[in-house]
């Protein structure tokens, strides 16, 4: 089950909170929890908060386990752009824009997590595949053995 919690307007430009948001982009909650308090940036808080609001609504409106959760989606889109003027020289202005962000933020449980599956699957290939060029490597070694003692 998904879990929606968004922030809307916050003052910061998208561009500097996607830099925080990166770095929690999947993982486990607690995990993204964690790691947010020890960013160094200011938008770690506000993400932090946004974080901490959607886990409490997954585990009271959902009834959902904290510890199942994980960060699904998380995205830092423009918002609406507050633009102020600046004066410069010759009696000319200059614009100041000032950028707000809308974070949306989607939380599941891992019973739904569909990366894991795939996960599974391509490990399984990998490893029928190594085991297949091992069986070669083995077959390769024991014919050169073989030529090297007849000559």
């Known amino acids: 089950m998904d ?28 995990q993204a929890e964690i790691n947010l308090k020890f960013v160094p940036k200011a938008a770690s808080r506000p993400v932090l908060k946004l974080l901490q609001s959607a886990m409490a609504n997954a585990e009271h409106n959902f009834k959902l386990d904290r510890e199942n959760l994980f960060v699904k989606t998380i995205m830092a889109d423009g918002g609406a752009t507050l633009k102020r003027t600046r004066a410069r020289a010759h009696g000319s202005a200059a614009l100041i824009r000032k950028r707000t ?43 050169k053995a073989a030529t090297s003692t007849n000559v």
């Open 101 to 143: 962000t809308h974070i949306t933020l989607i939380l599941s449980d891992e019973k739904s997590m569909p990366g894991k599956k795939k996960a599974k699957k391509v490990a399984a290939i990998i490893k029928a595949e190594a085991a297949e060029k091992t069986k070669k490597d083995t077959k390769t070694s024991s014919k």
């Open 3 to 30: 879990v929606k919690a968004s922030l809307k307007s916050l003052r910061m430009a998208p561009r500097k909170v996607r830099l925080v948001i990166d770095t929690v982009r999947g993982l486990p909650a607690l």
